[in-house]
């Protein structure tokens, strides 16, 4: 049906930090996924509606149709990648550093520089494979899928590669911040068969987005 359309969303800080893009285009969820349990959610205007999914896969639902367009971490566009999206806007929402981190005290600097080779813990294992090619260090990289700080703290590996933000957890862990991979921040993804067919109903909505961002 070309005269509806399907938003995807993960919830948390990315559905929070939204809300004021969506009202902005005139668009107000009629449920907060925080409190339903509902994975599709009304909104004041009868044909768009809201899908709730975890954050790495907004890529998928949108690159398949099953949602026209989402918002997506620049993290999950690297690791996942972002081939077939359209993507019009960095919405500078969910802003963070990828970076390395190791416990504090650990010499980094020296470990690289003896080509010694590193254990390396995350969730982004091609960020982290691509960022020490090029830096000509070797790694084994050990795929995690959440609280990558613990890693380095009971022994699993020397180094993390984590999203960094106030630094907060780094430091109730006893970690330090050691390198700077890349500034992260989410942008609009939109499914490119759905910017043709229903252009009329989304052009207006990232030229909302738009102005909201720049405001
Ligand atoms: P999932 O729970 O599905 O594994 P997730 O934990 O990465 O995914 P969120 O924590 O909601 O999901 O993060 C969504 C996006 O927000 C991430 O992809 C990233 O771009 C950004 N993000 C993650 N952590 C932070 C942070 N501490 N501060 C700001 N933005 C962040
Ligand atoms: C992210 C990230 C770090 C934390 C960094 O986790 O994986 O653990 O935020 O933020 P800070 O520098 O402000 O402390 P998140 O809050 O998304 O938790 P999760 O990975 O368990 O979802």
Do not use: W
Request: proline share 4%.
């Amino acid at each position: 049906m070309s005269s509806t359309l399907t938003i995807a969303l993960s919830k948390g800080r990315i559905f929070e930090e939204t809300l004021p893009l969506l009202a902005a285009a005139g668009i107000v969820p009629e449920e907060n996924p925080e409190q339903s349990r509902k994975l599709i959610i009304a909104t004041n205007l009868p044909h768009i509606r809201l899908i709730i999914v975890r954050a790495g896969d907004v890529p998928t639902y949108v690159r398949y149709g099953a949602a026209d367009f989402g918002i997506a971490g620049k993290d999950v566009l690297i690791e996942h990648g972002g081939e077939g999206l359209y993507q019009p806007l960095d919405l500078n929402i969910a802003r963070c550093r990828m970076m390395v981190a190791v416990r504090q005290g650990f010499d980094y600097q020296q470990a690289t520089r003896a080509g010694q080779r590193l254990r390396v813990a995350t969730k982004y294992p091609a960020i982290a494979a691509e960022h020490f090619a090029a830096k000509g260090v070797h790694v084994d990289i050990i795929k995690l899928y959440g609280s990558m700080e613990l890693a380095p703290l009971v022994g699993l590996s020397d180094a993390i590669v984590d999203l960094v933000s106030t630094g907060n957890t780094l430091k109730a862990n006893h970690l330090q911040a050691v390198e700077h991979i890349v500034d992260i921040s989410s942008r609009l993804v939109v499914n490119k068969a759905a910017l043709k067919t229903k252009y009329a109903l989304i052009e207006p909505i990232i030229q909302a987005f738009s102005r909201a961002i720049s405001e």
